[in-house]
């Protein structure tokens, strides 16, 4: 029977407090190569056809995490809800979301969550209905290939990035993606498409508040935290009907209350 490694870590991050999204943190265990694979399956909103897939102990050690974390977050800050009733699903692009389980009539909208893992931990974002929401995290030190480059960024933006590389080493392209990351899973988009598309550094070589996709305008947030170590940190959300708003921000027109 499979069990969490340590305690549940609630992230307050002041940057974030005008937003109703909820992080916690969960350490993942580690494992070593050959390592037997995990019996998860006492978890909630596992699939069984998927975790009968994994390779790894380590993937299943990180799924595993991130479920057991989204579940307990959900029992926290959504008690009204039947849990008992609800499973993980994905769509076409593997985005995952809540569903009622099929047979259970229910009206009541249900949270949207992301998931990140990286190095030893996992970090789950949920939020109330109203918001899509993406977030991503990854070690500020993580080691990159050179040819991250030109998969993250072409044109302006990617000789931006080398110059933020320049100045602060190799940390600016794993800010770069998490940064594109969450934009991605808060468009529910994945690696469907290429992260060139969306442009995140402006021209004073400054992240973007404001992310423009297709007429969908997202907030981004972007930020260091320390857990057992420095990792770059990235929000993407958008609160449905704040289309307007957003764009009168990138106009610079202060919205009234």
């Not at 809800?81 to 609800?86: A, K, N, P, R, T």
């Not at 977030?135 to 030190?141: A, F, G, H, Q, T």
């Amino acid at each position: 029977m499979w069990t969490p490694l340590g305690n549940i870590i609630e992230l307050k991050l002041q940057e974030f407090n005008e937003v109703d999204i909820k992080f916690n943190a969960l350490k993942i265990r580690k494992t070593s190569l050959g390592d037997k694979i995990p019996d998860i399956s006492n978890l909630e909103f596992v699939n069984f056809d998927e975790i009968s897939k994994f390779k790894t102990a380590k993937r299943a050690e990180e799924h595993a995490a991130g479920r057991y974390l989204l579940h307990q977050m959900l029992l926290r800050y959504f008690p009204r809800l039947e849990v008992s009733f609800l499973e993980v699903s994905r769509d076409m692009n593997r985005a995952p979301y809540f569903k009622w389980i099929e047979g259970t009539f229910n009206s009541k909208s249900l949270p949207n969550f992301s998931i990140s893992t990286s190095g030893d931990f996992v970090i789950v974002a949920i939020c109330k209905s109203q918001y899509s929401v993406g977030v991503d995290i990854e070690k500020l030190n993580e080691k990159r290939s050179k040819n991250l480059f030109e998969f993250l960024s072409i044109g302006k933006e990617e000789n931006n990035l080398r110059t933020l590389c320049k100045v602060n080493g190799n940390s600016e392209i794993n800010r770069l993606w998490t940064a594109k990351e969450a934009i991605l899973k808060a468009l529910r988009l994945g690696m469907s498409i290429s992260p060139t598309k969306i442009k995140v550094i402006n021209d004073d070589l400054e992240y973007k508040k404001i992310i423009e996709f297709k007429e969908t305008y997202l907030n981004l947030k972007n930020q260091i935290i320390l857990l057992d170590e420095e990792y770059c940190f990235s929000l993407a959300y958008n609160k449905i009907g704040q289309q307007k708003y957003c764009q009168m921000r990138i106009a610079g027109i202060e919205p009234t209350t």
